[in-house]
């Protein structure tokens, strides 16, 4: 498993269930359970034929391999910006290149970093390992040991799946441990509790995975000690169908220790423990609230949803980031005396934050505009903020902070600004531009608005339009609507060098809306679009389309949607509920089968965000939305491509693959495309995702080009 003024008034009360939630909504026989067997040989024999036929049509387009040859150039360039994570004083980044297709780890001086061309060391070289271990390895991040953060497990994926493997490396070496700790394949987590010692959530035998495919119970493992003989410390129950139980080791810079289990309910509800010598002791937080740092003996959580503490009259409000004092906590986790650090303002909502040896910084949305803060606890236990001058219209794309001192760098960006780079020191107030990166495409025509549109129930829908200066207004122009509207997932304005070479160069249109169900303004911007609410979301999207017609930017016959993830689902809605809409439609990695998700591979980890088809009412919403369910015979639709791989094991090809099968029941025409690696994206390396964006960029010239 990463967008706006005017909106003053957001309407996000929850209303009546939908009249074509109240009525039964006919349930299509499903024909093609069969495809649910996913590395079986009738359903992939089904792939190849669908992936020969549509490369039999794309990539002999004239203009696939010039695409492709452009994107390549852009995503393996060398003037990328080699993003920083700081590691005990030092600098470590993750590259690819051409000479490096599936990456390596380097390392440098904070010093030497900062100069134009940093004298790089390499720490690990997933290319050579691959080879090693004949495994077509892709790395997905280092868990270490804090402060220091030397000792580490790395994190490799076979193709990219969520499943991982994990082995000790020491980096000051440079090499994996002998006789060290090593994870076997499995979705499952770990953290240190000290150099000797691990807890970890996976999968340990019969009735330690939820119904949701994660594990439930923690166990703590023992240098040298058999892997089978850890120790449980946590036991949840099958029906936790969040995103498994997590144990996090959180350390400040005082050397304060705080141990805490996630247990996840479901996929927002979730119960945070306290683990101490004598046992887990479960804090008295509300469910809609994660602990995430440790900051000055000072446990760092954010609330998503208002709650009054025990014993206390004053309410803490939806958003807000609140402090819990280590100390009291452990010696009595249930009356908890919270002080907020942050509360949200009607307009402003927190995005994330991070933290230094001695400060907590803060990033928020204002009017989906970037703001920076940083905090610092006063000997009275209150919390002062000094905001940070960033650029106007920036977003922050990348942020580490280190915790050896008070330094952190932030990456800023957007629509048509390239990555820069800022060196702060927390401690000193100190915010400067260290490094900027070349722009990656022509953006001198460019221009970038922020409009609105009315959505059905009169919310405005803010959204973000990126055009040519001398742009027409006469509905001719080729343009591309984007959207992902779930799990309070915040668009921002993003620089995508990619779409900007292959789209925007060509004089094309690329549109951004923060529908409902995302998070840019809050949590109750997401709850409105939950379950049963869904209806609003899509209603949003197709609100945005109508205002880009209505003000001639484009027309039906030049608009283009794309949407990938549950940005996948909100397509296929959009594809069934107006199909006159559009001219083409790009369906990645998708739910489109909301009538069985709950038993197709991580599905019964969502039904806090969709509901659940044992519900009867929830039941026969999902039908009246689920993309596959309200596929018809008698309906003309825009030709869809279809996008996914066979290796993610998140949402699974099985949704895109009976989406396809029945449209081609129904001899509707679509292209299918499901490349085997890649897990829940476009490639496992940037070889592969050039050649999925120009499969993606000559559909869409195809269809919106003349």
């Not at 197709?542 to 205002?547: C, P, W």
């Amino acid at each position: 498993m990463s967008l706006f003024a005017g909106w003053m008034t957001i309407a996000v009360v929850m209303g009546a269930i939908p009249a074509s939630a109240q009525q039964a909504v006919p349930e299509q026989p499903d024909k093609y359970t069969w495809l649910e067997d996913i590395h079986g040989e009738k359903a992939l024999s089904w792939v190849k034929a669908e992936n020969a036929r549509t490369a039999a049509v794309i990539e002999k387009d004239k203009h696939f391999a010039p695409l492709q040859a452009e994107a390549l150039k852009v995503l393996e360039s060398p003037d990328r910006l080699p993003d920083p994570e700081f590691r005990n004083g030092e600098v470590y980044n993750t590259w690819q290149d051409a000479d490096h297709v599936r990456g390596i780890v380097r390392r440098t001086t904070l010093k030497d970093y900062l100069t134009a061309a940093p004298k790089w060391e390499t720490v690990i070289d997933y290319d050579a390992l691959s080879k090693i271990d004949n495994q077509s390895w892709v790395g997905e991040g280092l868990t270490c040991l804090h402060p220091e953060g030397e000792l580490c497990l790395v994190e490799l994926s076979a193709g990219g799946e969520d499943a991982e493997s994990m082995r000790e490396m020491d980096l000051r070496t440079g090499k994996f441990v002998e006789g060290g700790f090593v994870l076997p394949r499995g979705k499952q987590g770990a953290d240190w509790v000290d150099k000797d010692t691990l807890l970890i959530s996976r999968d340990w035998g019969p009735g330690t995975m939820s119904e949701a495919g994660y594990p439930i119970t923690v166990r703590e493992w023992k240098r040298g000690q058999p892997l089978e003989s850890a120790r449980e410390v946590f036991r949840g129950d099958v029906k936790d169908n969040g995103y498994g139980n997590t144990p996090h080791v959180f350390v400040d810079g005082q050397g304060h220790r705080a141990v805490i289990v996630e247990r996840n309910l479901s996929t927002f509800a979730h119960e945070n423990y306290l683990l101490l010598p004598d046992g887990a002791k479960k804090l008295a937080l509300p469910l809609k609230a994660t602990v995430e740092g440790l900051l000055n003996d000072q446990l760092l959580v954010k609330v998503e949803e208002d709650w009054t503490p025990e014993g206390q009259s004053n309410k803490v409000a939806q958003g807000s980031v609140v402090a819990l004092a280590l100390a009291a906590v452990e010696k009595d986790p249930v009356e908890l005396k919270p002080t907020v650090v942050f509360a949200p303002t009607a307009q402003e909502f927190e995005e994330f934050h991070g933290t230094t040896k001695n400060h907590l910084i803060l990033a928020t949305l204002d009017h989906v505009q970037q703001r920076v803060y940083v905090y610092t606890m006063g000997s009275d236990g209150n919390w002062a903020r000094k905001a940070l001058s960033i650029p106007a219209n920036s977003t922050i794309g990348s942020a580490t902070f280190s915790k050896t001192d008070d330094r952190f760098f932030m990456g800023l960006e957007g629509f048509l600004t390239p990555p820069s780079l800022w060196l702060g020191d927390a401690g000193e107030g100190s915010f400067a531009l260290v490094k900027s990166q070349k722009a990656q495409f022509d953006a001198s025509a460019d221009v970038v608005e922020q409009l609105e549109a009315t959505s059905k129930d009169g919310t405005k829908i803010p959204y973000f339009v990126v055009h040519r200066k001398d742009m027409r207004y006469d509905g001719s122009n080729p343009t591309l609507l984007t959207a992902y509207g779930g799990f309070q997932i915040s668009i921002t304005p993003y620089y995508a060098p990619v779409d900007g070479k292959l789209w925007l160069e060509r004089g094309a249109v690329l549109v951004s809306a923060n529908i409902r169900g995302g998070g840019e303004f809050g949590p109750a911007w997401h709850e409105a679009g939950l379950k049963t609410h869904r209806q609003r979301i899509y209603d949003d999207f197709y609100a945005v389309a109508q205002d880009l017609v209505a003000r001639k930017i484009t027309s039906s016959r030049r608009l283009g949607i794309m949407g990938g993830s549950n940005g996948g689902l909100l397509m296929g809605v959009e594809f069934t509920q107006h199909p006159e809409m559009w001219n083409a439609v790009v369906i990645q990695i998708p739910l489109l089968d909301m009538l069985s998700f709950e038993h197709l591979s991580a599905g019964a980890s969502w039904v806090g965000e969709y509901g659940s088809v044992s519900v009867p009412e929830e039941r026969a919403f999902l039908a009246s939305i689920s993309p596959y369910n309200q596929l018809k015979p008698d309906v003309q639709y825009p030709e869809p491509l279809i996008f996914t791989t066979t290796k993610d094991d998140r949402v699974g090809p099985v949704h895109a693959r009976k989406f396809a099968a029945r449209l081609e029941e129904f001899h509707k025409p679509f292209f299918y495309d499901e490349i085997i690696e890649g897990g829940h994206g476009a490639g496992a390396d940037r070889k592969q995702a050039a050649r999925t964006d120009a499969e993606y960029f000559t559909y869409l010239m195809m269809k919106l080009m003349d």
